[in-house]
């Protein structure tokens, strides 16, 4: 077996390590104060170059048989941390906010938190919310960097438990190596409903391989004079479900799901093969039963769960033909000269082939090919019991068309899928290909992974590679908004581009999910969108009653630069500025609030 020479690989790492620097400086040197369509071209190409040099370096050092332990994992670090890198491109960039829609009404949790405005038994997931007001707390930053910090830190969580789960069922000296590629991947982002922002679910989610950790570490103790339950594993094990449930109740039933599933195929072999393996394992009722009893305790208790429950229930009733929001959305992509196919791969692609992956090691291991060692076979039932209850959960969703909330279980799913998949990777399963060299299989093991990790990068940002805008919010827009607030005329409504201004009002003055504020402000009209066919035609004239109406940077980017005027054009922008009865009362460069004056008269 032809190697390198180990000093050799301690050259191409300390140089990763120098290029991975040089990217993360470039990245914090070009901070972007102004909004950017698309975080992934406004960032230097020197970011980009430095990370990916760091990237192929860090896979030839760590596929080298002949260097140490030490040096691998040196180099594991440098590709988990080139992944963050990506992953903290909002913060590297400065950027004030990541996040515009669902994520703004999450920081408006987290500061009624901080101002002691809200109770965190008082609503369904204050797991983000909290740490987060922990982090503004002891590290003095503001809460939307603070939110941005959880993230990162919930994604180093998920990218590096990931490869411990691996090494827990795989029998390969490279199960670290290769598990860690594929926790590098992030298959759970689907940017349909798993985002990389502040987002419960998605945090929830990458808090996942951590528990399942877990639960292969407890199915493995060792008898002992102390209750199982009680043990310092099964504490631990204890807390990490529950905090799951605090994270975001449906990821815990997620949790629950791949819970039940050990439980469900240990009772089976206990009742008919007694002499399985998996009959003589730790049981694991008490676990199962913990985490039960949490989610019981707490779910139930919030009526945004049995709205869900209800919502589920009359979408399998026929409320809505499957898959309508999907049908709405390619629609709207074609006539932006996209195609449903593309978007899919882009979105998808590499989901599917690792999916591919993992249904033949499932597939292997029912057929008895897995059992040996005794460990990985039984695991693998477990992990493939699992994903065939959380696959089965999305396709119940999905019939049920309860809006894109079945792509949350989908991404659950694709934690397990990470962990099977790199599984078959890194034991040859389900074949296995005769190389003519080591050192050929491993160049073709980097340039492979090198593959699968640029396409899965592409899309973990919203950007108009996958026909979204970035998720940037900048500072200027917040003050702009908070700014119109303080000094608008609480009797006229609002109406903006896309929806008005609901998810700054929760931002600004917290989350109540009405037209009132928690201090009792009104603010009508604070969802409504202009209708396209009254934009830039006679808004002046639609409404009954004055409007204002925001618009900031970003409206223009995605309106004309992306979606190229699709329902909102150019000439409509204009008119604001031109149109009798239209007046533009505040402007900071990033914001402009325009005033429709029904009168007809001056606004001073």
């Known amino acids: 077996m032809g190697t390198e020479p180990v000093r050799s690989a301690r050259l191409a790492l300390a140089l990763g390590y120098l290029a991975f620097a040089t990217a993360t400086v470039a990245a914090w040197l070009d901070p972007g104060r102004r909004y950017e369509l698309d975080v992934y071209a406004a960032t ?12 192929v370096l860090a896979l030839f050092v760590a596929y080298n048989p002949a260097v140490t332990r030490g040096v691998r994992r040196g180099a594991l670090v440098l590709l988990g941390a080139s992944v963050l890198a990506v992953a903290a491109l909002p913060l590297l960039r400065n950027y004030y906010f990541w996040g515009p829609g669902d994520s703004l009404s999450h920081l408006g949790f987290a500061r009624m938190l901080a101002e002691d405005r809200l109770s965190p038994f008082g609503f369904l997931y204050p797991g983000i919310h909290a740490i987060s007001v ?14 941005q910090y959880v993230v990162v830190v919930f994604t180093a969580l998920f990218v590096a438990f990931v490869p411990l789960c691996v090494r827990e069922v795989a029998d390969s000296r490279w199960a670290l190596v290769t598990g860690t590629v594929a ?66 109740p449906q990821q815990a039933g997620s949790v629950l799901l791949l819970f039940g599933a050990i439980v469900a195929v240990q009772w089976l ?35 945004r769960f049995h709205g869900a429950l209800g919502g589920l229930i009359q979408g399998l009733l026929g409320a809505e033909p499957p898959g309508d929001e999907v049908t ?34 499932v597939l292997a291991g029912w057929l008895g090919r897995m059992d040996d060692p005794a460990r990985r076979g039984t695991r693998l039932r477990y992990l493939a019991v699992g994903l065939a209850l959380l696959s089965g959960t999305f396709l119940v969703f999905f019939a049920g068309s309860v809006s894109v909330l079945p792509f949350r279980y989908l991404g659950a799913a694709m934690v397990v899928v990470t962990v099977i998949a790199a599984v078959g990777l890194v034991d040859g399963v389900p074949i296995s290909v005769p190389w003519p060299s080591w050192r050929t299989m491993r160049f073709v093991a980097v340039v492979a992974f090198t593959a699968l990790l640029a396409a899965q990068v592409a899309h973990v940002h919203s950007s108009p590679y996958i026909f979204q805008p970035s ?5 200027t827009s917040m003050e702009g908004y908070e700014n119109s607030f303080e000094h608008r005329d609480p009797r006229v409504e609002y109406a903006g581009v896309r929806g008005g201004p609901r998810r700054y009002v929760d931002a600004v003055f917290g989350t109540t999910f009405t037209d009132r504020t928690p201090d009792g402000r009104l603010f009508e009209g604070k969802e409504e969108s202009i209708p396209d066919r009254v934009f830039g035609n006679n808004v002046s004239k639609h409404y009954e ?16 630069r992306l979606y190229q005027g699709f329902r909102y054009p150019l000439s409509g922008f204009r008119d604001l500025r031109t149109t009798p009865g239209i007046h533009r009362v505040r402007s900071n460069g990033d914001f402009r609030l325009y005033y429709v004056d029904q009168r007809n008269e001056s606004v001073s």
Do not use: C
């Open 44 to 55: 230097p190409v020197t970011f980009w170059a430095g990370l990916g040099l760091a990237v």
């Open 134 to 147: 922990f982090v503004t707390r002891v590290l003095g930053v503001g809460l939307p960097r603070a939110m």
């Open 183 to 248: 926790g590098a991947l992030l298959l759970p982002i689907n940017n349909v409903s798993v985002f990389l922002e502040p987002y419960p679910t998605s945090q929830a989610i990458f808090f996942v391989p951590f528990v399942l950790f877990l639960a292969f570490r407890y199915l493995e103790l060792p008898d002992s004079g102390f209750p199982r339950a009680a043990s310092g594993l099964g504490v631990l094990l204890t807390l990490a479900s529950a905090t799951v449930v605090l994270l975001h």
């Open 269 to 303: 072999f206990r009742r008919w093969d007694r002499d399985h393996p998996i009959s003589r394992q730790r049981p694991f009722y008490a676990p199962f039963a913990v985490a039960t009893a949490a989610f019981l305790l707490w779910t139930p208790r919030f009526e």
């Open 328 to 361: 709405r959305r390619a629609d709207s992509l074609q006539i932006l000269g996209g195609s449903v196919p593309e978007l899919f791969v882009k979105l998808f692609g590499v989901s599917l082939l690792l999916s591919a992956v993992a249904g033949l090691v």
């Open 471 to 475: 998720n940037q919010v900048t500072l």
């Open 545 to 560: 009653g004055d409007r204002y109406v925001p618009i900031t940077d970003r409206d223009l980017a995605q309106e004309v």
